[in-house]
């Protein structure tokens, strides 16, 4: 292999170093900021999550205190009133 030229011979030596393996999958594209910087805003605008009531909710689920008339119907007329029924 005598080639002047030195980059198609580093060409040459990385095809042949290469011979058998398989290529490696493309990079993904990096995400656009644009669209980062719209979801992080979103984020940010999210209300706590308050641990407290999620643990009284599941104990009141696991209880079967939930889905009381009183609640249903509360969640009903909540609905129809959204709803302007």
Do not use: C, W, Y
Request: no cysteine.
């Amino acid at each position: 292999m005598t080639h002047e030229d030195p980059e198609l011979l580093k060409h040459e030596l990385d095809a042949e170093a290469n011979a058998g393996h398989p290529e490696p999958p493309p990079m993904a594209e990096p995400p656009d900021m644009a669209e980062t910087l719209r979801l992080l805003e979103k984020v940010s605008r999210m209300p706590d999550i308050r641990f407290e009531k999620v643990q009284q909710m599941r104990e009141l689920i696991a209880q079967g205190k939930l889905e009381t008339p009183e609640r249903i119907d509360g969640t009903i007329r909540r609905l129809m009133e959204e709803l302007g029924l």
